[in-house]
C-alpha cells in the first residue's frame, strides 16, 4: 500500500505530466499542505523526490518551480543520451530475454493500450515509460535505470500525444513484436525510432491552480 508520500508525489508528477502548472511556477509547501490535506512534511518530501527526477528545480532559500520544458534543439539531446542508454542496454541484455520475460513486457504493452484507448495523456505518457522501463529492467539495466528515468522525465515535460494515441500504441506493438522474435538490430532501430518522435512532439500548455 503506497504510504502518504508516495500518493502525493503521484498526483503532483501526473499534473506536472499534463503540462497543469505553467513553466517557472513556484511550489508551495503551505499551500500544498492545505489541498491535500496533510502537513508540510509530505509536501516536502514530495518536492524533493520530484526534484531528484527533474520534474521541479530547487532553488536555495528559494524553494522549488517547476522546470521549463527543454528547447527543441535541446529535447533532441537529451532523446539522444535516453536513446543511448536504452541501445546500450538492449544490445548487451537482449540475450537475456525469455518467454517470462516477453510477458512481463506484454503486461505493460496491455496498460499501454488501455491508456490509449482512454485517450488520457497522462495515463499514456506514464504506460508509454513503464513500458520502456520494463524493457530495461527484463535486459539487466537497473544500474542505468534512474539516469534514465531523469531524462524521461525532461522529455516528460513536453509529452503531448493528443492526436495520434492510435499511433503511439503501435510503435511500442511493434517493439514487441520484433523483442518477440528475437530481432535485436531491428529492435534496436524501433526503439531509437520511438523516441526520436516523442522528442518531436510540442508541449503540452494546460494550466491549474495550486491553492
Not at 503540452?204 to 495550486?210: A, C, L, P, Q, R
Request: hydrophobic share 40%.
Amino acid at each position: 500500500m503506497a504510504s502518504i508520500r508516495e500518493e502525493i508525489t503521484g498526483k503532483i508528477r501526473d499534473e506536472l505530466v499534463a503540462g497543469a502548472f505553467e513553466a517557472g511556477r513556484p511550489l508551495r509547501e503551505t499551500k500544498m499542505a492545505k489541498r491535500f490535506g496533510v502537513s508540510r512534511g509530505p509536501i516536502r518530501d514530495a518536492f524533493l523526490q520530484l526534484s531528484q527526477e527533474g520534474f521541479l528545480a530547487y532553488h536555495s532559500n528559494r524553494g522549488v518551480t517547476v522546470r521549463h520544458p527543454p528547447a527543441l534543439e535541446d529535447r533532441s539531446f537529451v532523446a539522444s543520451l535516453r536513446s543511448q542508454i536504452e541501445l546500450h542496454i538492449v544490445r548487451k541484455g537482449f540475450e537475456k530475454l525469455n518467454s517470462e520475460s516477453h510477458a512481463k513486457i506484454e503486461v505493460a504493452l496491455a496498460a499501454l493500450k488501455v491508456a490509449c484507448d482512454s485517450e488520457d495523456v497522462i495515463e499514456v505518457a506514464k504506460a508509454d515509460m513503464e513500458f520502456h522501463r520494463s524493457i530495461l529492467h527484463e535486459c539487466g539495466g537497473e544500474e542505468f535505470i534512474q539516469t534514465w528515468r531523469q531524462l524521461c522525465a525532461r522529455m516528460l515535460l513536453t509529452y503531448s500525444r493528443l492526436e495520434s494515441f492510435s499511433e503511439a500504441y503501435g510503435e511500442h506493438e511493434e517493439i514487441f513484436e520484433l523483442i518477440k522474435n528475437q530481432n535485436l538490430e531491428e529492435t534496436l532501430s524501433a526503439i531509437e525510432r520511438n523516441i526520436t518522435t516523442a522528442a518531436a512532439q510540442p508541449a503540452s500548455s494546460s494550466d491549474i491552480d495550486d491553492k
